[in-house]
C-alpha cells in the first residue's frame, strides 16, 4: 500500500475546479476504499461549490457505495457534504437530519474537526430561535480543541455569528465578534480571509452609523487591493458606494457603484438571493 496522500492540504475554496482536478487525479491510486471514500466526498464538495448538483450526488452515491460498517469518519464526510449539496441547491430543511447524523457520530468519535463543522452547518440550516446555540457550540467546541483544524474553524465561526447578530440587529454584538476574527486571521496568515473580517468590521460600523470609521477601513482595503493589482473587489466598492452616500458625496459614491455593478453583476449567487440588491446597486450607479 502506498502512502497515502493528505488530500485535505490541496483545497483551495476559492478555485473548486482547479480543486476537483487536482483530487481526481489522486483516484487512480492503489488506496483502501474508506479512503477514497473520503476523497470522494471532497470531489463532491467541489462539485456542490460549482453548483454541479446532480454529478455531486453522483460522487457521492458513489463514496457511500465504498463504506464499510467501521468507516466513521468517511461516513460523517458523506453526511456532510450530502447534506451540503442540498443546502446549497435550496433545500436546507432537507439537510438537517444529515448535519445531526454528522454531529452526533463525530462528537461520539472525538472527532473534533467534523464535529465543529457539523455545528456550523446547522447554524446555518436551522431555523433562526437556534442558530445562535449551535454557532455558540461549535465556537465552545473549536475553542478548547487539542486539534489545530477544529481551532482553524474559529474564524469562520466568528464570521458566521457576527452576521447572525447583525441579522437581528444586534450591531455592537456583531461588531465585538467581527473585531475578535481579525486578530485570529492575522495569525492565520490568510490575506483574503483577513480582508473579509477586516470588511465586516466596517459593514458593523455603517450598521452603527459610525460612517467615517468605516470609510477608513473600506478605503485602506480599496487601496490594498488595487496595489496587489488584483480585480477589483465589487463588496468593497458597494460599501464605499453606500457610506459616501450617507455621507452626502453622492458624485463620488456613484463612480463606486458603478465599480461594484460591473464585478458583482458576474455573481451568479448575487443574482440569485439578492436579486434587489443588485438592481439597487445598479440604479444607483446610474443616478445624477
Given at each position: 500500500?502506498?502512502?497515502?496522500?493528505?488530500?485535505?492540504?490541496?483545497?483551495?475554496?476559492?478555485?473548486?475546479?482547479?480543486?476537483e482536478?487536482?483530487?481526481?487525479?489522486?483516484?487512480?491510486g492503489?488506496?483502501?476504499?474508506?479512503?477514497?471514500?473520503?476523497l470522494?466526498?471532497?470531489?463532491?464538495?467541489?462539485?456542490?461549490?460549482?453548483?454541479?448538483?446532480?454529478?455531486?450526488?453522483?460522487?457521492?452515491?458513489?463514496?457511500?457505495?465504498?463504506?464499510?460498517?467501521?468507516?466513521?469518519?468517511?461516513?460523517?464526510?458523506?453526511l456532510?457534504?450530502?447534506?451540503?449539496?442540498?443546502?446549497?441547491?435550496?433545500?436546507?430543511?432537507?439537510?438537517?437530519?444529515?448535519?445531526?447524523?454528522?454531529?452526533?457520530?463525530?462528537?461520539?468519535e472525538?472527532?473534533?474537526?467534523?464535529?465543529?463543522?457539523?455545528?456550523?452547518?446547522?447554524?446555518?440550516?436551522e431555523?433562526?430561535?437556534?442558530?445562535?446555540?449551535?454557532?455558540?457550540?461549535?465556537?465552545?467546541?473549536?475553542?478548547?480543541?487539542?486539534?489545530?483544524?477544529?481551532?482553524?474553524?474559529?474564524?469562520?465561526?466568528?464570521?458566521?455569528?457576527?452576521?447572525?447578530?447583525?441579522?437581528?440587529?444586534?450591531?455592537?454584538?456583531?461588531?465585538?465578534?467581527?473585531?475578535?476574527?481579525?486578530?485570529?486571521?492575522?495569525?492565520?496568515?490568510?490575506?483574503i480571509e483577513?480582508?473579509?473580517?477586516?470588511?465586516?468590521?466596517?459593514?458593523?460600523?455603517?450598521?452603527?452609523?459610525?460612517?467615517?470609521?468605516?470609510?477608513?477601513?473600506?478605503?485602506?482595503?480599496?487601496?490594498?487591493?488595487?496595489?496587489?493589482?488584483?480585480?477589483?473587489?465589487?463588496?468593497?466598492?458597494?460599501?464605499?458606494?453606500?457610506?459616501?452616500?450617507?455621507?452626502?458625496?453622492?458624485?463620488?459614491?456613484k463612480?463606486?457603484?458603478?465599480q461594484?455593478?460591473?464585478?458583482?453583476?458576474?455573481?451568479t449567487?448575487?443574482?440569485?438571493?439578492?436579486?434587489?440588491?443588485?438592481e439597487?446597486?445598479?440604479?444607483?450607479?446610474?443616478?445624477?
Amino acid at each position: 500500500m502506498s502512502e497515502v496522500p493528505d488530500f485535505d492540504t490541496l483545497w483551495d475554496f476559492h478555485d473548486p475546479a482547479a480543486t476537483e482536478q487536482r483530487f481526481r487525479a489522486l483516484l487512480p491510486g492503489p488506496y483502501a476504499p474508506s479512503w477514497r471514500a473520503e476523497l470522494l466526498s471532497q470531489i463532491a464538495r467541489t462539485q456542490g461549490l460549482q453548483r454541479r448538483f446532480d454529478p455531486a450526488n453522483v460522487t457521492l452515491n458513489e463514496a457511500e457505495a465504498l463504506l464499510g460498517d467501521t468507516d466513521v469518519r468517511p461516513r460523517v464526510r458523506c453526511l456532510l457534504e450530502r447534506g451540503r449539496v442540498l443546502n446549497t441547491s435550496g433545500d436546507p430543511a432537507s439537510s438537517r437530519a444529515l448535519f445531526r447524523s454528522a454531529f452526533e457520530l463525530a462528537s461520539a468519535e472525538g472527532l473534533d474537526f467534523f464535529t465543529v463543522d457539523a455545528a456550523h452547518m446547522l447554524g446555518i440550516v436551522e431555523p433562526p430561535e437556534i442558530q445562535l446555540d449551535w454557532t455558540g457550540h461549535a465556537i465552545r467546541i473549536a475553542e478548547v480543541s487539542a486539534d489545530p483544524r477544529a481551532r482553524n474553524w474559529l474564524g469562520s465561526l466568528y464570521n458566521n455569528l457576527g452576521w447572525s447578530m447583525m441579522d437581528l440587529g444586534r450591531f455592537e454584538e456583531a461588531l465585538a465578534i467581527f473585531q475578535k476574527a481579525v486578530p485570529f486571521r492575522e495569525a492565520q496568515g490568510k490575506l483574503i480571509e483577513l480582508r473579509i473580517a477586516k470588511w465586516c468590521v466596517g459593514r458593523a460600523l455603517r450598521a452603527l452609523g459610525r460612517f467615517d470609521e468605516a470609510l477608513a477601513i473600506q478605503t485602506a482595503l480599496h487601496a490594498e487591493w488595487a496595489a496587489a493589482g488584483g480585480e477589483e473587489d465589487g463588496y468593497v466598492s458597494e460599501e464605499l458606494g453606500e457610506l459616501l452616500l450617507e455621507l452626502g458625496r453622492t458624485g463620488q459614491a456613484k463612480a463606486y457603484f458603478a465599480q461594484a455593478y460591473q464585478r458583482l453583476s458576474a455573481d451568479t449567487w448575487l443574482a440569485e438571493h439578492e436579486a434587489p440588491r443588485l438592481e439597487r446597486i445598479k440604479t444607483l450607479s446610474q443616478g445624477a
